[in-house]
């Protein structure tokens, strides 16, 4: 599954960070990772991803601030939340916000197979 698409991963858990990095790696994508809402934002500015995969729950800026911030400047960036339980409002609020999608840790590999590859096929 070659492509020369960029992800960022941002997380604040680090062992969600490298088992999605790892994943992705294996997979020959171009991958960095951010480890908070700052870093991330940075991260970005400075070497803009096709995709970020946007933890909700995360210490000082949260994911849905972050989501604002990015669609805000970088409208065509496809941003797939990372989110621990089915926490309805948030997903609504993070779709009108312009999330492209979300996925539920934890991860299996094969949720992760169908649910990440499909976005990066396009
Ligand atoms: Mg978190």
Do not use: W
Not at 3 to 20: G, M, Q
Not at 104 to 112: A, E, I, R, T
């Amino acid at each position: 599954m070659a492509n020369e698409k960029k992800i960022l991963v941002v997380d604040d858990e680090d062992d969600v960070r490298l088992f999605l990095q790892d994943f992705l790696n294996e997979r020959n994508l171009a991958v960095e990772a951010a480890g908070n809402g700052e870093e991330a934002l940075k991260k970005i500015e400075a070497n803009p991803p096709d995709i970020v995969l946007l933890d909700i729950m995360m210490p000082g800026m949260d994911g849905l601030t972050c989501l604002e911030q990015i669609k805000k400047k970088h409208p065509k960036i496809m941003v797939v939340m990372i989110t621990a339980l089915k926490d309805e409002t948030r997903i609504n609020r993070a779709k009108e916000l312009g999330a492209h999608n979300y996925i539920v840790k934890p991860f299996s590999l094969s949720y992760l197979e169908t649910e990440l590859m499909k976005l990066f096929q396009g």
